[in-house]
């Protein structure tokens, strides 16, 4: 199957700092990719919706100032946490798409971040 | 509505079946997912059917799709006690681009 890459698998940042984590497709070219974050013991919840080339479509009630997503090349999309609180540690998973409306999403798997 | 329903928890003996079961409302789905997620990782696909199959069998899995009553199920035979894991539903709606998740089942594995 396609491979997805998320890098880092895990960080640890000071508070007011922020973190950038990438998601790749290996092997395809993602037209759309998605950002989730799980908190423990929970789903994965939809943050925001990214196509090449475009503005990335946010989710109610996440800040998009603050969950900054670039999806500039078919095969790369970051995001970045900025200025990270210790409420924003979570564990956050990328999925990508590849072109066609019934293709199936390939996750990459997951970056954990800590904030202290 | 957009939710996808799951049981919390299950908890089997190693070698015999587990069922996981899930629900959803969006009848215009095209594909459904079942997501296995094993402690500190990220998500593994175990395996995916269309919205216009009944049922899908892979080696010890066998999904069944009643989309009458949007139903979907997970079959794993034989459990080892290595299918102890959280195991996600997802639906696919073409439409919105979208993946929307059930909160997850835990399966338990007893040796």
């Known amino acids: 199957g396609a491979v997805v890459s998320q890098h880092p698998s895990w960080v640890i940042c000071k508070s007011g700092t922020s973190v950038k984590i990438e998601c790749r497709s290996l092997?395809?070219?993602?037209?759309?990719m998605f950002w989730y974050r799980q908190f423990p013991k929970q789903s994965l919840m939809l943050m925001a919706t990214s196509n090449e080339g475009s503005k990335a479509t946010y989710e109610q009630g996440v800040e998009k100032d603050k969950f900054l997503i670039n999806h500039a090349s078919l095969t790369l999309s970051t995001l970045t946490v900025t200025s990270a609180h210790p409420e924003d540690s979570s564990f956050y998973i990328c999925?990508?798409?590849?072109?066609?409306?019934?293709?199936?999403?390939?996750f990459g798997q997951g970056t954990r971040l800590t904030v202290v | 509505g957009e939710d996808v329903e799951q049981s919390l928890f299950l908890s089997v003996r190693e070698g015999d079946s587990s069922v996981i079961n899930c629900t959803y409302t969006d009848s215009s789905s095209t594909y459904l997912y079942w997501y296995k997620q094993e402690p500190g990782a990220g998500l593994q696909l175990l395996t995916y059917i269309f919205s216009n199959m009944d049922m899908k069998q892979d080696q010890r899995l066998t999904v069944l799709l009643n989309k009458k009553d949007k139903h979907l199920s997970l079959r794993l035979a034989d459990t080892p006690t290595g299918d102890s894991a959280i195991y996600f539903c997802?639906?696919?709606?073409?439409?919105?681009?979208?993946?929307?998740f059930g909160i997850g089942t835990k399966l338990q594995v007893i040796p």
């Open positions: 999925s990508a798409q590849g072109q066609g409306v019934y293709t199936e999403a390939f």
């Open positions: 092997d395809f070219q993602a037209t759309t």
């Open positions: 997802a639906e696919f709606r073409g439409g919105y681009q979208k993946v929307t």
